[in-house]
């Protein structure tokens, strides 16, 4: 199956500075990818979606000028979230669509934020 | 827009017995639905996937049912194993379209 790759992992930041998450397409071109975002024992919420070399498209309720996505690329989009916040503490998981018919959907290894 | 929901929220069983974990979706024009494990702290994984000019799959002790007419669809898993232990989550989507997720069923199996 096609492999996503995310990076980092984890991550501990203070209040306030921002950081930053790629996710890569490593063996596919991915025109578009999903930023997720996942509270303990919850499901998994689109928080946007990433078009290459277009603006992305945010979900109801998610500030667009808070999580910045840059999709630069067929095999990259960043998502940043800027001046992070303690209740911004989540699982963020990305995923591209990949396999035969373009609708199996692959996800990245996710990355466990913790603001303090 | 799609909305997906998922019961039972938690299921515990025998290692040996049978498990199943139903889905219904709101949007008639959903032609694709997935199902993936996810482990504690680790990414979800694609176990099996059904469109919808399918009824059935089966891949050895895992297979989904489809009924379109009532917007229901469910994952049957056989002869369960410890290892099966695991949240699932069904999904849905329309095109290739956002995929939206069900809430998600904590499956524990007891040896």
């Known amino acids: 199956g096609a492999v996503v790759s995310q990076h980092p992992s984890w991550v501990i930041c203070k209040s306030g500075t921002s950081v930053k998450i790629e996710c890569r397409s490593l063996?596919?071109?991915?025109?578009?990818m999903f930023w997720y975002r996942q509270f303990p024992k919850q499901s998994l919420m689109l928080m946007a979606t990433?078009?290459?070399?277009?603006?992305?498209?945010?979900e109801q309720g998610v500030e667009k000028d808070k999580f910045l996505i840059n999709h630069a690329s067929l095999t990259l989009s960043t998502l940043t979230v800027t001046s992070a916040h303690p209740e911004d503490s989540s699982f963020y998981i990305c995923?591209?669509?990949?396999?035969?018919?373009?609708?199996?959907?692959?996800f990245g290894s996710g990355t466990q934020l913790s603001v303090l | 827009g799609e909305n997906v929901e998922q019961h039972p929220s938690t299921l515990s069983v025998q290692e040996g017995d049978s498990a199943v974990i139903k889905c219904t979706y709101s949007?008639?024009?959903?032609?694709?639905f997935p199902w993936y494990k996810q482990e504690l702290g680790k990414r979800p994984q694609l176990i099996i996937d059904?469109?919808?000019?399918?009824g059935e799959k089966k891949d050895q002790r895992i297979a989904v049912t489809l009924n379109k007419t009532a917007k229901h669809f469910s994952l049957h898993i056989t002869e369960t194993q410890p290892e099966d232990s695991a949240v699932y989550f069904c999904?849905?989507?329309?095109?290739?379209?956002?995929?939206?997720f069900g809430t998600g069923t904590r499956l524990l199996v007891s040896p």
């Open positions: 990433s078009n290459e070399g277009s603006k992305a498209t945010y």
């Open positions: 059904i469109r919808s000019n399918v």
């Open positions: 949007d008639s024009a959903s032609n694709y």
């Open positions: 063996d596919f071109q991915a025109t578009t």
């Open positions: 995923s591209a669509r990949g396999g035969e018919k373009n609708e199996k959907l692959f």
């Open positions: 999904a849905a989507t329309v095109g290739f379209q956002k995929l939206v």
